[in-house]
């Protein structure tokens, strides 16, 4: 028997929140903060699309300044797509871990090779068993021979102030404050060095109060994987890297290749590393990907800017009630949904958090901005920058061409890919930072909530009540009957 759903599926533009009373004062006391998965917390609730022309580490750098999260893309090499993850992680290392030593012997010349080389202004002095003997910095080789040894130039480890590892943030901006130095090196009871804070790296996480970091203080990333077999080597290294959720990222993420992914990675993994998989658009399919272990679900077939799934394939729920829908499931197996694809405005996020998602993705929105891949692009007088379903023709040309060093496009033939082709490929204008607009549409998700009289993220969905639009509706919800300048 055929079967027919009776309900209407909704898009965004089908309905509107109604206003709820509000006890809120200012916007200043809404928290935006939320779940991207089980164990991951995020400032505010946007995380980057894992799309060539969206995520590599620039936008995923700027989204967790800002308080998101970006996923990088995964239609590079495994290789180059961990030293993304590891730029991010790098951007701003707090508490470095191993920082550069040498040895005492040497001379002024070799430690300025060594400073130069790894681009930093000092060198910590160490013995053969890592203890410290003092610190060089490039004020203290100035103007000195180069034929001296490091041991003659250095302030020596009486002079230093050092901290014991483990170590607390404040404290340690206590002590930058106290003895205005630059550099703190971390010791353990034995005089070994574990450690370095820079003075430089604490004032850029107090220039970024919000941003989205791991328990090191480090920005979090999240990075995208496929389910072929060979995908466990790349999450191998991606995870080697640094990056703090893998992102299982397939069209149709209900599927058992997906399914036996997480499967697999859990196997390998245990709990420690976060694994969100999708897409996926009904109940069953958050269940059965959230009991494979799955700690958040993605969900969106078709809705994205550059999607033609719906169309050729003639398969999709419309957003509004795939994540309705969903997140039921979610709820029931403790676990969060990103929302997936087809983000137009601020008051669509709002919407998409009411009907139960944690977080939304987005792509073309982030597209034309500085942090996207790619250059921009004139076109009668205006700059663009292009933007491309994953699944365009070009793309997966782009991607076969990449991988398969053989294949030069003189002999491609592209109408192939056009038959299996899912999505376009467009100019989107270029629209600036990226972080402007993240701070746009978080001022518009808190007018949102504030209309809601939602302080958390969670709020919105209990005080949610939509009501559907008619066409007159949704023509009165536009600026009509004016001239817009
Ligand atoms: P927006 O609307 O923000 O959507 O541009 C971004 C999301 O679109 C999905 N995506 C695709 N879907 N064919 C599809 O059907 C494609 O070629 C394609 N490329 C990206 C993806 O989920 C992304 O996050």
Do not use: W
């Not at 993850?85 to 790098?90: E, H």
């Not at 060979?230 to 069209?251: F, K």
């Not at 782009?398 to 490929?425: C, H, I, M, P, Q």
């Amino acid at each position: 028997m055929v079967k027919i759903i009776e309900n209407v599926g909704l898009s965004f533009d089908d309905v509107l929140l109604v206003p709820r009373k509000s006890d809120i004062l200012s916007r200043k006391e809404i928290d935006t903060s939320t779940f991207f998965s089980r164990r991951i917390r995020i400032n505010i609730p946007i995380v980057s699309a894992a799309m060539d022309t969206v995520t590599e580490s620039s936008m995923a750098i700027t989204m967790a300044r800002e308080g998101g999260i970006g996923v990088i893309h995964r239609f590079i090499p495994p290789e180059k797509q961990a030293e993304e993850v590891a730029r991010v992680k790098r951007a701003e290392n707090v508490v470095i871990e191993k920082p550069a030593t040498v040895s005492p012997e040497k001379t002024i010349r070799e430690a300025k090779e060594i400073m130069k080389s790894l681009g930093i202004s000092g060198l910590i002095v160490v013995d053969a068993e890592g203890r410290l003997l003092g610190i060089l910095t490039r004020r203290d080789i100035l103007f000195v021979d180069e034929n001296m040894k490091v041991y003659e130039c250095m302030t020596p480890r009486k002079n230093m102030i050092v901290a014991k590892s483990g170590i607390s943030l404040e404290e340690a901006k206590e002590i930058f404050k106290k003895y205005k130095i630059e550099k703190l090196p971390l010791i353990d009871d034995q005089d070994r060095v574990k450690g370095l804070i820079t003075c430089v790296d604490l004032l850029k996480r107090e220039a970024y109060p919000n941003a989205a970091r791991d328990s090191k203080g480090r920005l979090l990333v999240a990075a995208a994987i496929g389910v072929k077999e060979s995908e466990v080597e790349r999450a191998r290294l991606l995870i080697e890297a640094g990056a703090d959720a893998l992102v299982i990222d397939v069209a149709h993420g209900h599927s058992t290749m997906c399914i036996s992914m997480i499967k697999k990675l859990r196997k390998i993994y245990g709990d420690s590393i976060e694994i969100v998989a999708g897409n996926v658009a009904t109940p069953e399919g958050v269940e059965e990907l959230a009991a494979a272990g799955a700690d958040a679900v993605k969900v969106g077939v078709g809705p994205g800017s550059v999607c033609t799934t719906r169309i050729v394939a003639g398969v999709g729920v419309p957003q509004l009630s795939a994540i309705i829908n969903c997140s039921e499931a979610a709820e029931k197996m403790g676990i969060p949904i990103i929302a997936d694809g087809g983000i137009r405005e601020s008051g669509d996020i709002v919407k998409a958090l009411a009907a139960g998602a944690s977080s939304v993705m987005i792509g073309r929105l982030l597209a034309g901005t500085d942090e996207s891949p790619g250059t921009v692009i004139i076109r009668n007088g205006r700059r663009y920058k292009m933007y491309r379903g994953m699944a365009s023709v070009y793309a997966m040309l782009g991607r076969e061409a990449k991988f398969r060093e053989d294949l030069s496009e003189a002999l491609v033939d592209v109408s192939e890919y056009s038959y299996y082709a899912e999505g376009v490929e467009a100019y989107v204008p270029y629209t600036g930072s990226a972080s402007d607009i993240i701070k746009r549409l978080v001022a518009g998700l808190r007018s949102g909530m504030s209309y809601l009289g939602a302080r958390k993220i969670e709020d919105l969905k209990k005080n949610a009540i939509f009501v559907r639009l008619t066409e007159a509706g949704l023509r009165e919800s536009l600026p009509h009957d004016v001239e817009t300048v």
